[in-house]
């Protein structure tokens, strides 16, 4: 996977500056565009666009682990442009039908700096729930209180994280992707439709669609 450059602010890329006096922001993703992830942390993972199985709309992220090894991560969104104190809300529903068993997705994060969603500034932790407790939908969510450790980090990236079974199975379906901080400035980055980049000519540049 290509690392996300993020050089200069175009009008794909880039949210639009925050109004005077907001408090905050929001900004969701369902998929809709044909994307996938920003980046993942290994090979053994393949992310792909479905309509087989959305919660909502007409698309939905479908994740499978092959071969099975270690805990593999899809980057679904890259919060740039961090401070101190800010709190960054994510929360994404994923399905599988094997409650209480693999496979099963959490959600996580890890720190980074805001040109490099590969970049691995350390963990940020995540929740301890898992997918598939009712064999159906359920939403996973977490609350980050941003720590740029001195200044060597101001970027968060939101992680879901697969956990495969050889018994019961290796892949399951996520969709409807919130993200919220505190931050005016921050900017919330999801995966750009696909020929966006190479429209761009930046491999990785990351889009973004504003709730209102």
């Keep these: 996977m290509n690392r996300l450059a993020i050089s200069s602010c175009v009008a794909l890329a880039c949210a639009a500056p925050a109004l005077a006096g907001a408090t905050g922001q929001t900004a969701t993703y369902g998929w809709e565009n044909g994307a996938t992830v920003l980046g993942q942390s290994a090979t053994n993972i393949a992310f792909t666009n479905s309509t087989d199985n959305p919660l909502s709309g007409t698309a939905s992220l479908f994740m499978n682990e092959d071969p099975l090894s270690g805990t593999p991560q899809g980057y679904v969104a890259f919060i740039t442009g961090l401070s101190d104190g800010d709190v960054i809300d994510a929360s994404f529903w994923a399905f599988d039908d094997t ?52 200044g060597t980090r101001d ?53 973004r669609r504003r709730r209102g």
């Design 99 to 150: 409650p209480g068993a693999s496979p099963s997705v959490r959600i996580w994060g890890h720190y980074a700096q805001s040109g490099d969603v590969d970049d691995a500034a350390g963990s940020a932790g995540g929740n301890s729930t898992y997918s598939g407790e009712d064999g159906d939908w359920s939403e996973l969510f977490h609350s980050w209180t941003f720590d740029s450790n001195g």
């Design 155 to 207: 970027a968060l990236v939101v992680e879901v994280r697969m956990y495969a079974s050889s018994s019961n199975g290796s892949s399951a379906y996520i969709d409807d992707l919130t993200v919220s901080t505190t931050s005016d400035t921050a900017v919330i980055n999801f995966a750009p439709a696909p020929g966006a980049l190479a429209l761009l000519g930046l491999a990785g540049v990351a889009g």
